[in-house]
């Protein structure tokens, strides 16, 4: 199976503020790389596919980008409904695995 | 508009099995496959299995091999995930999700169900 990690496990920021999170894939998955979002009590909602391609409807301050084993996403100018927690997926293989995800709150 | 509804919550004793279900709408669930992921209070998201509503092949994380099984009812839109031989830590919250191929051949998890919350306490 492919082992995805995520740094940091949890950060805080502020209204306003640029935060980039990293994925690391165990093996190359070349832009086989999505990103959720989740809030307490909800689905998952698909932020990012392809690595850096938005999904219908997310805002132009996430962003996405990496491939092979890298990756990153970053969200600029972070406004209050963004804290929330964050994971990778690959998409390259089964088992689908996910990060173990990034929990992103308020300073 | 395109959903999966998924049934609600259950509780069940140690040993026990649960079926959840998750009903399309808004397009054929055949069109698709459904994935399978769970939450444990508290955890992450943790990938079950996959099955392909028109065929109906299915693909199990080892975790799961002979606990689970994933079936669908295409007269009405419906697919099912049942786990078997329930244990405390099976509770959790379980979600389907479609999986969408783009015209690059890139997929990703773009419709959710809301959750089925399972409880597995004696």
């Known amino acids: 199976d492919i082992q995805m990690t995520q740094s940091p496990s949890s950060l805080s920021a502020s209204i306003g503020d640029r935060v980039t999170i990293t994925c690391r894939a165990s093996q190359s998955i070349g832009n086989y790389l999505n990103w959720y979002q989740q809030k307490p009590g909800r689905a998952p909602k698909p932020l990012i596919y392809?690595?850096?391609t938005l999904q219908s409807g997310v805002p132009s301050r996430f962003s996405g980008s990496g491939s092979g084993t890298d990756f990153t996403l970053t969200i600029t100018s972070l406004q209050p409904e963004d804290f929330a927690t964050y994971y990778c997926q690959q998409s390259y293989i089964i088992p689908r695995t996910f990060g173990q995800g990034t929990k992103l709150d308020i300073k | 508009q395109v959903q999966l509804a998924q049934s609600g919550a259950e509780v069940k004793k140690p040993g026990a099995s649960v079926k959840v279900s998750c009903k399309a709408s808004?397009?054929?669930?055949?069109?698709?496959?459904i994935h399978w992921v769970r939450q444990a209070p508290g955890q992450g998201l943790e990938w079950m299995g996959w099955m392909n509503p028109n065929g109906g092949h299915t693909g199990y994380a080892q975790k799961f091999q002979g606990r689970v099984t994933m079936t669908r009812n295409t007269s009405i839109n419906t697919a099912y995930m049942e786990l078997s031989s329930l244990r405390s830590e099976d509770s959790a919250v379980y979600y389907c999700?479609?999986?969408?191929?783009?015209?690059?051949?890139?997929?990703?998890?773009?419709?959710w169900g809301q959750g089925t919350m399972v409880t597995v306490s004696s």
């Open positions: 999700a479609r999986d969408y191929y783009d015209s690059r051949g890139h997929n990703s998890f773009d419709i």
């Open positions: 392809a690595a850096s």
């Open positions: 808004g397009y054929t669930v055949t069109s698709s496959d």
